[in-house]
């Protein structure tokens, strides 16, 4: 649990941002009276106390705005002494700085104060000590979160992450947790829920670091299939039970049912081929030391602390690794399907949108380069080229053809495609190709998105509307010529890069690292 303390805050803080706070107004309806204490102090303290320390002036619009909202009553004591939120911050601090080794978590000022105020029976006999105490532990506060933040100075934007990040007002937070005298970690940390399952992971592979073996398993032939025995089945049964992927660990060296089904679950966790064999690609996973699955879950940690709060419940989530489509409806997953993204070289740009048309029977509107770099020389070679594959020149632009292929069967955009304008040119779209689909590695398109199900998206999105029967859609997707629908009301989109998530089925993931994402991440949050 030390752990978890330490890394919830860690990650809590490097989101804040030491802008020049807005100034809020004091909250004159709090007094003595109305109050749950009695204990309140002048702002001209505050002054005072800030003049005195230069590590903490630099708080002042975060301090004048946490005690103007409370009127200048005391957050960390109340009539009995120190509170209950107090012992908790402060213990975590000493967690922080012993297991980090950073002596920078620990004020020795602040220390002797709460040694006083935490050993006596009342504290009344040290008034003269009692502000000064208090605003050391909302200055800590406030350093602790400055500390953290600096600790990882990433960009993400630089990392190729163009959804914004979410800002959290520190002065305000500190008097969330403190009003509700939060004890839930989660309260502490207001992420989306893919950040808490995937911390919840984080403690579990810490856990089982020292326990992991760290030598490599060798695979003396080709594969080793169900039924069979090797002398090498026992470690591979002792490495996925801890992994929680087989439940009991036997120790014998027979390929039986339980380590099928554990195998099975492994190779769907990291997106092999589910051959339900054990073969190089396996044991090549099965040896990946535990040191590098944490630091690809504190990275994935990162990433997930970037995400918005879900406050849409009905939205739609591409992982660009995992080479899936996620449906999410009134906040469950509800259903998902394959997708083709780009390759690395045109790399499907990680942002948000919103979805607002279908457009049934699309023309494809051939990109320039497209034009002159393949259209021009296959027309120069043969003059009935357009007429082939069902294109047609519609203009000119800059003395270069505007060409487009018509709407069909052999479309490059399939028989709908589906548009959240953006910046970048990215939509969904259907595939004539529907091979490529059971491919593993599926970054092969341009940067577009194509989906293995585009129909059954078209109907889920116009399920609200009786009109768009089964038949209908059918004869829209295969029209002459396009047609546009706009929805009622656009539903959210987020294209998104996570190397290692939790599933819906409580399953931790991994993927590959198509466009080297992670190791420039790497370059940034961690010291080999």
Same mark, same amino acid.
């Given at each position: =649990?030390?752990?978890?303390?330490?890394?919830?805050?860690?990650?809590?803080?490097?989101?804040?941002?030491?802008?020049?706070?807005?100034?809020?107004?004091?909250?004159?309806?709090?007094?003595?009276?109305?109050?749950?204490?009695?204990?309140?102090?002048?702002?001209?303290?505050? /002054?005072?106390?800030?003049?005195?320390?230069?590590?903490?002036?630099?708080?002042?619009?975060?301090?004048?705005?946490?005690?103007?909202?409370?009127?200048?009553?005391?957050?960390?004591? %109340?009539?009995?002494?120190?509170?209950?939120?107090?012992?908790?911050?402060?213990?975590?601090?000493?967690?922080?700085?012993?297991?980090?080794? &950073?002596?920078?978590?620990?004020?020795?000022?602040?220390?002797?104060? @709460?040694?006083?105020?935490?050993?006596?029976?009342?504290?009344?006999?040290?008034?003269?000590?009692?502000?000064?105490?208090?605003?050391?532990?909302?200055?800590?506060?406030?350093?602790?979160?400055?500390?953290? @933040?600096?600790?990882?100075?990433?960009?993400?934007?630089?990392?190729?992450?163009?959804?914004?990040?979410?800002?959290?007002?520190?002065?305000?937070?500190?008097?969330?947790?403190?009003?509700?005298?939060?004890?839930? #970690?989660?309260?502490?940390?207001?992420?989306?829920?893919?950040?808490?399952?995937?911390?919840?992971?984080? @403690?579990?592979?810490?856990?089982?670091?020292?326990?992991? #073996?760290?030598?490599?398993?060798?695979?003396?032939?080709?594969?080793?299939?169900?039924? &069979?025995?090797?002398?090498?089945?026992?470690?591979?049964?002792?490495?996925?039970?801890?992994?929680? %992927?087989?439940?009991?660990?036997?120790?014998?060296?027979?390929?039986?049912?339980?380590?099928?089904?554990?195998?099975?679950?492994?190779?769907?966790?990291?997106?092999?081929?589910?051959?339900?064999?054990?073969?190089?690609?396996?044991?090549?996973?099965?040896?990946? $030391?535990?040191?590098?699955?944490?630091?690809?879950?504190?990275?994935?940690?990162?990433?997930?602390?970037?995400?918005?709060?879900?406050?849409?419940?009905?939205?739609?989530?591409?992982?660009?690794?995992?080479?899936?489509?996620?449906?999410?409806?009134?906040?469950?997953?509800?259903?998902?399907?394959?997708?083709?993204?780009?390759?690395?070289?045109?790399?499907?740009?990680?942002?948000?949108?919103?979805l607002k048309y279908i457009v049934f029977s699309p023309y494809w509107i051939i990109p320039t380069n497209i034009v002159k770099n393949e259209i021009l020389p296959s027309i120069k070679k043969d003059k009935n080229y357009l007429e082939k594959n069902n294109m047609e020149q519609y203009g000119i632009s800059n003395g270069i $053809?505007?060409?487009?292929?018509?709407?069909? #069967?052999?479309?490059?955009?399939?028989?709908?495609?589906?548009?959240?304008?953006?910046?970048?040119?990215?939509?969904?779209?259907?595939?004539?190709?529907?091979?490529?689909?059971?491919?593993?590695?599926?970054?092969?398109?341009?940067?577009?998105?194509?989906?293995?199900?585009?129909?059954?998206?078209?109907?889920?999105?116009?399920?609200?509307?009786?009109?768009?029967? %089964?038949?209908?859609?059918?004869?829209?997707?295969?029209?002459?010529?396009?047609?546009?629908?706009?929805?009622?009301?656009?539903? #959210?989109?987020?294209?998104?890069?996570? /190397?290692?998530?939790?599933?819906?089925?409580?399953?931790?993931?991994?993927?590959? %690292?198509?466009?080297?994402?992670?190791?420039? =991440?790497?370059?940034?949050?961690?010291?080999?």
């Amino acid at each position: =649990m030390k752990n978890t303390r330490i890394l919830l805050f860690i990650i809590l803080f490097m989101s804040c941002q030491q802008k020049r706070a807005k100034l809020v107004e004091r909250d004159t309806t709090i007094t003595q009276e109305t109050s749950y204490n009695n204990l309140f102090f002048d702002s001209i303290q505050l /002054t005072h106390f800030l003049s005195s320390d230069s590590n903490l002036l630099k708080f002042q619009d975060q301090f004048s705005n946490f005690y103007k909202q409370r009127n200048y009553e005391y957050a960390w004591f %109340d009539s009995a002494g120190l509170s209950e939120q107090a012992h908790h911050f402060y213990n975590l601090l000493n967690i922080t700085a012993t297991e980090l080794k &950073d002596s920078n978590f620990f004020n020795p000022v602040l220390a002797q104060h @709460y040694k006083n105020f935490n050993n006596k029976k009342s504290n009344h006999f040290f008034k003269k000590d009692l502000l000064k105490t208090e605003l050391l532990l909302t200055g800590q506060f406030f350093q602790y979160a400055e500390k953290v @933040y600096k600790g990882i100075d990433l960009d993400a934007a630089e990392l190729g992450w163009f959804i914004p990040t979410k800002k959290i007002n520190v002065a305000s937070l500190l008097d969330t947790v403190l009003t509700h005298k939060a004890k839930d #970690p989660k309260l502490y940390v207001p992420f989306n829920s893919q950040y808490h399952k995937l911390e919840e992971r984080l @403690y579990y592979y810490y856990k089982i670091q020292q326990q992991y #073996p760290t030598d490599s398993i060798v695979l003396h032939k080709k594969i080793i299939s169900f039924g &069979d025995s090797s002398t090498i089945v026992s470690s591979i049964k002792n490495r996925l039970n801890l992994l929680g %992927d087989l439940a009991v660990n036997d120790s014998t060296n027979l390929f039986d049912s339980s380590l099928l089904k554990a195998v099975q679950q492994f190779q769907n966790r990291y997106g092999l081929s589910v051959t339900s064999n054990i073969n190089k690609i396996f044991i090549d996973k099965l040896n990946t $030391p535990i040191h590098v699955l944490v630091e690809n879950i504190l990275i994935n940690l990162e990433r997930a602390r970037w995400l918005p709060q879900e406050k849409d419940s009905n939205y739609f989530l591409v992982n660009i690794p995992e080479f899936k489509l996620h449906v999410f409806d009134s906040a469950v997953n509800v259903w998902d399907m394959n997708v083709i993204v780009g390759k690395s070289a045109t790399s499907t740009v990680i942002f948000n949108g919103n979805l607002k048309y279908i457009v049934f029977s699309p023309y494809w509107i051939i990109p320039t380069n497209i034009v002159k770099n393949e259209i021009l020389p296959s027309i120069k070679k043969d003059k009935n080229y357009l007429e082939k594959n069902n294109m047609e020149q519609y203009g000119i632009s800059n003395g270069i $053809p505007m060409i487009r292929q018509k709407a069909g #069967p052999t479309n490059a955009l399939g028989l709908v495609k589906f548009l959240f304008p953006n910046s970048y040119e990215i939509y969904f779209h259907d595939t004539p190709n529907k091979n490529y689909f059971s491919a593993t590695n599926r970054s092969l398109s341009h940067g577009c998105i194509r989906l293995s199900e585009p129909k059954k998206f078209a109907s889920y999105l116009l399920r609200n509307d009786s009109t768009y029967t %089964d038949a209908t859609i059918d004869s829209l997707m295969n029209l002459p010529k396009e047609k546009w629908v706009s929805l009622p009301k656009s539903v #959210p989109v987020f294209i998104v890069y996570f /190397t290692s998530w939790v599933d819906k089925y409580g399953m931790l993931n991994f993927r590959n %690292d198509i466009y080297s994402h992670d190791e420039k =991440m790497k370059q940034k949050m961690f010291i080999h």
